[in-house]
């Protein structure tokens, strides 16, 4: 190993990888060995005072005039290269760019929504599309999507998913919003919550996920199982199919730590521990189960009422369930199957078997990341198209409902179906045949 500089250019390569950065799993040790190893370099030592006072060769004083040439024109070319392009002055996929934070929500006690606006406005943001109709306000150009945060003091970078504009939000402003969670020993998360208003953050991207609309095809049924901040996918995902499909429809289980993420209200159940043990069963005692939330949500928090609005706007469309770890209301596989089941539609007809968006073993070697959309559906029928069934959360809530996502040669692949949802293809060949997995 060559120390310090290999350690440099191991640092430096972070800011300059594939989007898949963000899922790298957060070691204290690899970014702390990176920090030691520059710490440790070795001064430059340069000649002394008295080294300084000899005679030059002549040699040397020839070569002046060659070398201050050289000096001058690499300096011209350095600076040429190094100073921002106006692409480089706005969003991009290539370099890190300044936002400002405008405004902080807290949603809990290690929760937050902040926004972000741009210190270069954009008046066509790379995530929007124009209106076909010019009366028509601009729209979101991918149905999920993310962007990358860096933080300057360890040199990491982690995607962060943008939450669906408010109702009347004027989008080409370019202002993002964002669902964070503080989480103890995460310093991507910890750095955020750090930061107040005025504060500047450095964004890139936009990096497109899964091609949605491509997948479905002509089924209309979605189920998105979330686990804290991942809702924002979620809500991504529902605001996309329900816009562009009035048959969909979008059920949502938000697995949350407590009650006041969703909402602050008097009727909110208790927080009651509940024993798994045989004796509640004895007893006739029966756990908590996760909760339909209806319209209106009573003491919305700032993320409720979004949830909220988006009740107001698709009605039926969209059903909202929770479970509250607080309440020990987990949701358990008996129920997601109870939720599958009541969104089965009519079977699918057998997906042509060179399909790559249709077929299930087609994904376990993807990224999550389609830059340039899906490959096209080979299927032959009219019937084309799958179900839907997608987790994002934390890697263990990940790996619990359906299994760990895999490294395959520096990519963060989907891996095999595991979990909750391989007991369901196990238990319900309909299920296996009709609905594709999707791990965010």
Not at 123 to 133: K, M, Q, R, V
Not at 227 to 233: D, F, K, R, S, W
Not at 278 to 296: E, I
Request: charged share 20%; aromatic share 8%; glycine share 8%.
């Amino acid at each position: 190993m060559n120390g310090p500089r290999r350690a440099i250019g191991a640092c430096a390569r972070r800011f300059t990888g594939p989007p898949t950065l963000q899922s790298l799993p957060y070691s204290s040790s690899s970014t702390a060995s990176c920090t030691r190893q520059l710490s440790t370099r070795r001064p430059f030592k340069g000649p002394s005072r008295h080294q300084g006072l000899g005679k030059r060769p002549l040699l040397a004083r020839a070569l002046n005039p060659a070398v201050a040439a050289i000096l001058l024109i690499g300096g011209s070319a350095v600076y040429y290269l190094t100073t921002p392009s106006s692409r480089e002055k706005v969003l991009n996929q290539d370099t890190f760019v300044p936002y400002t934070i405008t405004s902080r929500e807290a949603i809990s006690a290690t929760s937050f929504i902040f926004t972000v606006a741009p210190q270069h406005p954009n008046p066509s943001p790379s995530f929007l599309t124009a209106a076909a109709d010019p009366s028509k306000p601009a729209a979101w150009r991918y149905p999920l999507w993310s962007v990358e945060f860096k933080q300057p003091e360890v040199q990491i970078a982690r995607n962060y998913t943008p939450l669906p504009p408010l109702q009347g939000e004027r989008l080409e402003d370019g202002k993002l919003r964002f669902y964070v969670r503080s989480i103890p020993g995460g310093e991507m998360s910890t750095y955020l919550g750090r930061l107040g208003v005025g504060r500047q953050v450095w964004l890139r991207g936009t990096h497109p996920g899964f091609d949605v609309a491509t997948r479905l095809g002509s089924q209309k049924n979605v189920v998105f199982l979330a686990g804290g901040t991942g809702v924002a996918p979620a809500m991504q995902v529902a605001r996309a199919v329900l816009d562009s499909r009035e048959d969909a429809n979008f059920t949502l289980l938000w697995a949350i730590r407590s009650r006041e993420e969703l909402q602050q209200a008097p009727d909110a159940p208790d927080k009651r521990p509940v024993s798994s043990s045989w004796w509640n069963w004895f007893r006739g005692t029966l756990r908590p189960q996760p909760t339909q939330v209806g319209h209106p949500i009573t003491g919305a928090s700032p993320l409720g009422r979004q949830l909220d609005e988006m009740k107001a706007r698709y009605g039926d469309r969209l059903r909202i369930h929770v479970g509250v770890d607080d309440e020990s209301s987990q949701f358990r596989e008996s129920h997601i199957a109870d939720v599958i089941q009541s969104s089965a539609a009519a079977p699918t007809l057998p997906s042509a078997p060179d399909c790559q968006p249709h077929n299930q073993k087609f994904h376990a070697p993807a990224s999550e990341f389609e830059p340039n959309g899906a490959r096209p559906c080979t299927c032959e029928t009219g019937n084309r198209g799958k179900s839907l069934l997608m987790v994002s959360g934390p890697e263990g809530f990940i790996s619990h409902y359906a299994g760990p996502k895999v490294w395959l040669g520096g990519v963060e692949t989907q891996g095999a179906v595991g979990g909750v949802a391989a007991e369901l293809r196990r238990r319900n060949p309909g299920f296996a045949a009709d609905w594709l997995v999707l791990k965010l």
